[in-house]
Nanobody, 123 residues
Framework: QVQLVESGGGLVQAGSSLRLSCAAS????????MGWFRQVPGKEREFVAA????????AYADSVKGRFTISRDNAKNTVFLQMNSLKPEDTAVYYC????????????????WGQGTQVTVSS
């Protein structure tokens, strides 16, 4: 499996932007579909965005569509989540996930997970 380390979280005001990064190591990064998920205490971890192993396909949760953008740099073994127009309801721990498959958006399909990075959006 691949090892994942997220960074870029923080405390911001509503309307601000943040860019999360997820650095991967241990395997051939370009063989992995990548996803971002988020979780708040007491709730299930939910899908945010996904990108195919070549970067040609992306998908987003309805709640973030038009505000968040997922991208990847296979030469740098990194996936990004650009978050614009942040809202208080975006507050969560954000997790990066990887699976050795061309494409997936299902949480159950991802077997490699990072430790998470906290994003807090104040109103």
């Amino acid at each position: 499996q691949v090892q994942l380390v997220e960074s870029g979280g923080g405390l911001v005001q509503a309307g601000s932007s943040l860019r999360l990064s997820c650095a991967a190591s241990g395997r051939t990064f370009s063989n992995y579909a990548m996803g971002w998920f988020r979780q708040v205490p007491g709730k299930e971890r939910e899908f945010v965005a996904a990108i195919s192993w070549g970067g040609g396909s992306t998908a987003y949760a309805d709640s973030v569509k038009g505000r968040f953008t997922i991208s990847r740099d296979n030469a740098k073994n990194t996936v990004f989540l650009q978050m614009n127009s942040l809202k208080p309801e975006d507050t969560a721990v954000y997790y990066c996930a990887a699976e050795q498959t061309p494409w997936s958006v299902r949480k159950e399909d991802f077997r490699s997970w990072g430790q998470g990075t906290q994003v807090t959006v104040s109103s």
